[in-house]
Nanobody, 121 residues
Framework: QVQLVESGGGLVQAGDSLRLSCAASGSIFSIGLMGWYRQAPGKQRELVAT???????NYADSMKGRFTISRDNAKNTVYLQMNSLKPEDTAVYYC???????????????WGQGTQVTVSS
């Protein structure tokens, strides 16, 4: 009913920047919390950042000052600007949205398919 499509991942060198995007489509009435998570090989998925519908943000400590989350409510899109990337940022990055469905007005927790970010040293 709802699809999240991510883009912007890739292979970069340490110190470089990347911007991830995630666009939602489908049966959408509204979207509340949006967020980014990541999962490195052999590790659990962890929170990167979240942003509420009114723009309040929250970051994991290791990302503060380097990553910036933003959203465009008109486009149902969330972004993650990543600066000063480090090899330990290498992971699959997933977007997440709390979507209220147009058809049922029920909340649906949607996930993107993931986009690979690889940072070489």
């Amino acid at each position: 009913q709802v699809q999240l499509v991510e883009s912007g991942g890739g292979l970069v060198q340490a110190g470089d920047s990347l911007r991830l995007s995630c666009a939602a489509s489908g049966s959408i009435f509204s979207i509340g919390l949006m967020g980014w998570y990541r999962q490195a090989p052999g590790k659990q998925r962890e929170l990167v950042a979240t942003i509420t519908s009114d723009g309040s943000t929250n970051y994991a400590d290791s990302m503060k000052g380097r990553f910036t989350i933003s959203r465009d409510n008109a486009k149902n899109t969330v972004y993650l600007q990543m600066n000063s990337l480090k090899p330990e940022d290498t992971a699959v990055y997933y977007c997440n949205m709390g979507v209220v469905l147009r058809t049922t007005r029920l909340r649906y927790n949607a996930w993107g398919q993931g986009t690979q970010v690889t940072v070489s040293s």
